[in-house]
């Protein structure tokens, strides 16, 4: 099977502009989440979507936001670009395996913002 | 709520040697606990995953983790460390059941380097 892909892998983007990563599951796959990977803060958790409804989400301003499509395929979307978004999005598919979700991670999308 | 810490932010090992990596977990209900590991400039290749089948649990490229509740740690270890396993590893925890499972809460992560 194929694994998860991003897209695009890297982006440049200037402070105040909005921007949109998508994410592709492994075949098969219904549930997709989305991590923000920096430096300083490291790992964390911005949403997962479960057939195209939103079932978590993590402590980040509104500013960021999801959708998941009838495929599985899901893209996640960040307005008014500040200098602190810069970071590695990476994106996860996941089956259900013995009570829980093993994830799988795409390469990641890097984005910079100036 | 849950958590992971990860002892060490680096380690350093002579390539042949024992590689420990360290993990502790805090978690109000049954875990479920993963290790990742990332190359430069990639994502997160799984590793292995504990789900309570058993406490000591084998993954890939040789690697091994023991959980011990008592201790609320997922150790990760490998006898013999290659120079190709130099990379960052990280710990991760996830609440299983049917509302939490798709989010996994990482440690800061650790950074192994091996010496030649």
């Known amino acids: 099977k194929a694994g998860v892909t991003q897209t695009p892998r890297y982006l440049i983007k200037t402070r105040g502009q909005q921007v949109t990563l998508s994410c592709s599951p492994i075949?098969?796959?219904?549930?997709v989440s989305w991590y923000q990977q920096t430096p300083g803060q490291g790992l964390q958790f911005l949403f997962e979507y479960f057939s195209e409804t939103q079932r978590n989400k993590g402590n980040f301003p509104g500013r960021f936001s999801g959708r998941q499509f009838s495929n599985s395929r899901s893209e996640m979307n960040v307005s008014t670009l500040e200098l602190g978004d810069s970071a590695l999005y990476l994106c996860?598919?996941?089956?259900?395996?013995?009570?829980?979700?093993?994830?799988?991670f795409g390469p990641g999308t890097r984005l910079t913002v100036l | 709520a849950q958590s992971v810490t990860q002892l060490g932010s680096h380690v350093s090992v002579s390539e042949g040697a024992l590689v420990l990596l360290r993990c502790n977990y805090s978690s109000s209900v049954p875990p479920y606990l993963f290790w990742y590991v990332q190359y430069p400039n990639q994502g997160l290749q799984l590793l292995l995953k504990?789900?309570?089948?058993?406490?000591l649990v084998k993954g890939i490229n040789g690697f091994e983790a023991e959980f011990k509740k008592s201790e609320t740690s997922f150790h990760l270890t490998k006898p013999s460390a290659h120079m190709s396993d130099a990379a960052e590893y990280f710990c991760?925890?996830?609440?299983?059941?049917?509302?939490?499972?798709?989010?996994?809460?990482f440690g800061q992560g650790t950074t192994l380097q091996v010496k030649p």
């Open positions: 504990y789900t309570s089948a058993a406490t």
């Open positions: 991760a925890v996830s609440g299983g059941g049917s509302s939490n499972t798709g989010k996994l809460i």
């Open positions: 996860a598919s996941s089956f259900r395996d013995r009570g829980t979700d093993t994830q799988y």
């Open positions: 075949s098969g796959h219904r549930s």
